[in-house]
T-cell receptor, first 117, second 113 residues
Framework: DTGVSQDPRHKITKRGQNVTFRCDPI?????LYWYRQTLGQGPEFLTY??????LEKSRLLSDRFSAERPKGSFSTLEIQRTEQGDSAMYLC???????WGGGETQYFGPGTRLLVL | TQLLEQSPQFLSIQEGENLTVYCNSS?????LQWYRQEPGEGPVLLVT?????EVKKLKRLTFQFGDARKDSSLHITAAQPGDTGLYLC?????????????FGAGTQVVVTP
């Protein structure tokens, strides 16, 4: 399977603990995105990378959140001091490169479902 | 906060019936995409539209992009149980937003045999 993979698929943690999620994009995809989806809502953009450079962070991403893509391949999303409001599905997507005019296809992974107790 | 409005929020129909899902925005899209998402999975792209007035067909699915590029619709003909899922529209707004998708809240479609 050469699609986007995410690990773990499910994570249950206690409030105040730190968690880290991993995303492996499709090979040779330059752009990598993180989204968060809560129940009954569509995904919300969090941040994205062009190769190893993090180009933008949403205002949704508080200081407790940090994302990295150290070698321009896989990415990690860490949440420190988790809160119950962090409970959501965290989705990763990748695309080959930015297409002029937009409309590039983003390929989504299966997501990591986080439950903070 | 979602910038796109999708309607209806929920749609339950019998197999063989037709359905239409709508996506509206007060701003002009540079492009708009439709995705389908099944429980526990990530969204899967169905179509991308970029030109006002554009119509695309994917088997029994017909996608329309409004002339002013502010709205779109997805029409399914003779729905089947396999069409059940969450249908999401996602748009890009202008050059600063290329690649950053803004999603609607989705329309949950249930097709019963």
């Amino acid at each position: 399977d050469t699609g986007v993979s995410q690990d773990p698929r499910h994570k249950i943690t206690k409030r105040g603990q730190n968690v880290t999620f991993r995303c492996d994009p499709i090979s040779e995809h330059n752009r990598l995105y993180w989204y968060r989806q809560t129940l009954g809502q569509g995904p919300e953009f969090l941040t994205y990378f062009q190769n190893e450079a993090q180009l933008e962070k949403s205002r949704l991403l508080s200081d407790r959140f940090s994302a990295e893509r150290p070698k321009g391949s896989f990415s990690t999303l860490e949440i420190q001091r988790t809160e119950q409001g962090d409970s959501a599905m965290y989705l990763c997507a990748s695309s080959p490169t930015l297409r002029w005019g937009g409309g590039e296809t983003q390929y989504f992974g299966p997501g990591t479902r986080l439950l903070v107790l | 906060t979602q910038l796109l409005e999708q309607s209806p929020q929920f749609l339950s129909i019998q197999e063989g019936e037709n359905l239409t899902v709508y996506c509206n925005s007060s701003s002009v899209f540079s492009s708009l995409q439709w995705y389908r998402q099944e429980p526990g999975e990530g969204p899967v792209l169905l179509v991308t539209v970029v030109t006002g007035g554009e119509v695309k067909k994917l088997k029994r699915l017909t996608f329309q992009f409004g002339d002013a590029r502010k709205d779109s619709s997805l029409h399914i003909t003779a729905a089947q149980p396999g069409d059940t899922g969450l249908y999401l529209c996602a748009g890009e707004y202008g050059t600063d937003s290329w690649g950053k998708l803004q999603f609607g809240a989705g329309t949950q479609v249930v097709v019963t045999p």
